[in-house]
C-alpha cells in the first residue's frame, strides 16, 4: 500500500501540483493499492473523487502536514509516505519526497520572509530524513546536492511531461497577431526583461499576451507600469486549460525567459499545441528542450528582443521548430515517470 500526501487538493494548481495530480493519475491507473489523504480545506473536489481521497482532522496546510498526518501515519504502522509537492512531515522517516528545485534558495526575493525562513528550515531535514528525494532535471539534482549536501545517491530524477489535453486546436481566425508568455509572475521568471524585449521590436502591430498569477509575495509595481504603460500588452491572469490551449494553438510564438527552472513544464505545452517556443538558456531548459528550440540570453534585453524577431519574420523557421517541438514532447510521459516512482518505492520498502 502507497499513502499519498494529498495536501496538494487544497492548494491552487502551478507546475508543483499539476505534477502530483498527472502522477497520482498514474498510479492510480497502474493499479497499485494507493491511498490519497487530505485535509479537510479541499478545493478540487472533482479530484478528491477521482482519487477517493480521505479527509484526517481539523487543521489544515503545514500543521495538518506536520501534526495530524504523521499521526493518522504512526498509528496506521508507519506505511512509507510518498509526497509530490516539495513538502512533508519532518519528523516521518518513511517517506520519499519531491523536491522540484531550491528557487527559495536562489532567488529569496520572490517569497515573502516567513516562507522562505520555513522552508530554509525545513528543506535540509526533510532532505535528511527522506529514504529517497526525487526531483525532475540533472540541474536540480546539483543544485540539492551542492546546497544541502545530500548525497548523489539518494537523489533520483523523475521527469514532469504534458498533460493529454494539451494538443493542438483548429486555428482561429484573428484579427492581431501575438506571442504568448505563460508563468506565475515571479521574479525569476523575467517578466520584466521580457517587457523591455518586446518593446525593442521594431513590429508595433504584434502584441504580447502574459498569463499567469501575480505573487503577492513579489510586489513588483515596476512591471505593472511596464504592462499598463504598452497598449499592445495585455495581462490575461490566471486561464484555465481550455483556454491556455487554444492561446498556445493560435500564438505566433511561445517565449520562456526565466533565470531558474527545476524543469519548466510551460514550453513543453506550448510544443505539444504546436507553437514555436523561444526559451532561456539558463538552468533546466537545455536540458529539458535540446535542440527544439531557439535560446537566448536571459540576461541581455537586446538577445532577447533579436530571437522574438528572428522566430518572428521568418515562417520556415517557425515550422521547423513547430516540428521539433512535437518530437521534443515525447521523450517525457506521465505514464513512464510514474512507473520510476513505483520502481523506486518498492526498492525503498
Not at 483548429?170 to 518586446?198: C, D, H, M, T, W
Request: with cysteine; proline share 4%; glycine share 4%.
Amino acid at each position: 500500500m502507497i499513502f499519498i500526501n494529498a495536501r496538494f487538493l487544497s492548494q491552487n494548481i502551478t507546475g508543483v501540483q499539476r505534477y502530483a495530480i498527472e502522477i497520482s493519475r498514474q498510479l492510480k491507473k497502474s493499479g497499485s493499492a494507493v491511498r490519497f489523504l487530505a485535509p479537510k480545506n479541499i478545493i478540487h473536489l472533482d479530484l478528491a473523487e477521482e482519487f477517493n481521497a480521505e479527509i484526517l482532522g481539523t487543521l489544515t496546510g503545514h500543521l495538518w502536514e506536520q501534526i495530524e498526518l504523521p499521526r493518522y501515519l504512526k498509528k496506521h504502522g508507519n506505511p512509507l509516505l510518498l509526497n509530490l509537492c516539495n513538502t512533508a512531515p519532518l519528523l516521518y522517516e518513511n517517506k520519499v519526497v519531491t523536491l522540484h528545485d531550491i528557487a527559495f534558495e536562489r532567488y529569496p526575493q520572490t517569497f515573502s520572509w516567513r516562507f522562505r525562513y520555513a522552508y530554509q528550515f525545513a528543506m535540509p531535514r526533510i532532505a535528511k530524513t527522506s529514504k529517497k528525494l526525487l526531483t525532475d532535471s540533472n540541474f536540480s539534482k546539483n543544485e540539492i546536492s551542492d546546497v544541502y549536501g545530500v548525497d548523489n545517491n539518494k537523489i533520483e530524477i523523475v521527469h514532469c511531461a504534458v498533460s493529454a489535453n494539451f494538443q493542438p486546436v483548429a486555428p482561429e481566425e484573428r484579427l492581431e497577431k501575438y506571442i504568448l508568455a505563460v508563468s506565475s509572475i515571479n521574479y525569476q521568471k523575467n517578466f520584466r526583461a521580457l517587457i523591455q524585449a518586446f518593446n525593442l521590436l521594431n513590429n508595433k502591430s504584434i502584441k504580447l499576451y502574459l498569463v499567469g498569477a501575480l505573487n503577492k509575495n513579489f510586489a513588483d509595481h515596476k512591471l505593472v507600469e511596464d504592462i499598463e504603460r504598452n497598449p499592445n500588452i495585455q495581462f490575461m491572469g490566471r486561464v484555465d486549460d481550455d483556454e491556455l490551449v487554444r492561446l498556445y494553438s493560435n500564438a505566433q510564438c511561445f517565449v520562456y525567459p526565466s533565470l531558474y527552472e527545476g524543469f519548466g513544464i510551460p514550453p513543453l505545452e506550448a510544443q505539444a499545441c504546436g507553437c514555436p517556443c523561444i526559451v532561456s538558456n539558463a538552468a533546466s531548459l537545455p536540458e529539458v528542450c535540446d535542440d527544439s528550440v531557439v535560446y537566448c540570453d536571459p540576461y541581455d534585453i537586446e538577445d532577447m528582443a533579436r530571437q522574438l524577431e528572428f522566430v518572428l519574420s521568418d515562417q520556415v523557421l517557425r515550422d521547423a521548430l513547430i516540428q521539433k517541438g512535437f518530437k521534443n514532447v515525447k521523450r517525457f510521459s506521465w505514464e513512464k515517470s510514474a512507473k520510476q516512482i513505483l520502481k523506486i518505492i518498492k526498492e525503498n520498502t
